[in-house]
């Protein structure tokens, strides 16, 4: 089944550091989105990237595709302590008729200490 | 910016009551979907609605589930008989357009259900 899964489970950063996580997914897609959950809130959508695009930015978001790994990267720079939050990889059924449900991983738990 | 919206933020039942839990999807999106996260768990896909039908659902989503377009704007999840292990937060969501053809997914902040 497709299947984000992140990497790394947890991470701990400092203030102004980079923060990365990685997402893998196990059959085609075509696209993916990462979206963030604050502790006991809803998921807020941060980006989309679609299978035919290597890499996107908003604002300190970059986000990587590579389909031939089947593997995306969330990379945040300069972290402030209100990224602390979840982060998911979700990923949309493509195979047949696509009603369009989401296929989410584990998470990342990103701290930020100040 | 539009966004969805579900009420109640928070309910508590006893087991063996109904609840309804309500959505506002964005107003122009056209698939609407329920979705739940028990407590440390992943985000696990409910049912999908389209074209005032269910286009999908999972295995979750049993006969105490139902889904309703009452009118224009919301979008209800009803479950007949809760049980314990139904307590979890339960998200609404909606796309303009199918995930699968490149659509961002929208979610509402949730209704964290409690039953007791």
């Known amino acids: 089944s497709q299947q984000g899964e992140e990497d790394p489970q947890a991470l701990s950063i400092q203030e102004g550091e980079n923060a990365t996580m990685n997402c893998s997914y196990k059959?085609?897609?075509?696209?993916l989105q990462w979206y963030r959950q604050n502790s006991g809130r809803g998921l807020v959508h941060l980006i989309l990237?679609?299978?035919?695009?290597r890499e996107k930015h908003s604002g300190r978001l970059r986000v990587t595709l590579d389909t031939s790994k089947k593997s995306s990267s969330l990379l945040i720079t300069a972290s402030r302590a209100a990224d602390t939050a979840s982060y998911f990889c979700?990923?949309?059924?493509?195979?047949?008729?696509?009603?369009?449900?989401?296929?989410f991983g584990q998470g990342t738990i990103l701290t930020v200490h100040p | 910016e539009p966004e969805v919206t579900q009420t109640p933020s928070h309910q508590v039942t006893q087991m063996g009551q109904e609840v309804i839990l309500r959505c506002v999807p964005i107003?122009?999106?056209?698939?609407f979907y329920w979705y739940r996260q028990i407590l440390g768990q992943k985000v696990e896909f409910l049912v999908s609605?389209?074209?005032?039908?269910?286009?999908?659902k999972s295995e979750i989503f049993d006969d105490q589930f139902s889904v309703e377009r009452p009118d224009g704007s919301n979008f209800t999840l009803k479950i007949r008989s809760t049980k314990l292990e139904d307590s979890a937060m339960y998200f609404c969501?909606?796309?303009?357009?199918?995930?699968?053809?490149?659509?961002?997914?929208?979610f509402g902040p949730g209704t964290r259900l409690t039953v007791t």
């Open positions: 979700a990923t949309p059924y493509a195979g047949g008729t696509s009603y369009g449900k989401l296929t």
């Open positions: 059959t085609s897609i075509n696209n």
């Open positions: 990237i679609r299978s035919n695009e």
């Open positions: 107003s122009n999106h056209l698939y």
């Open positions: 609605f389209y074209n005032n039908e269910i286009s999908e």
């Open positions: 969501a909606s796309n303009r357009g199918g995930s699968g053809q490149g659509y961002e997914q929208y």
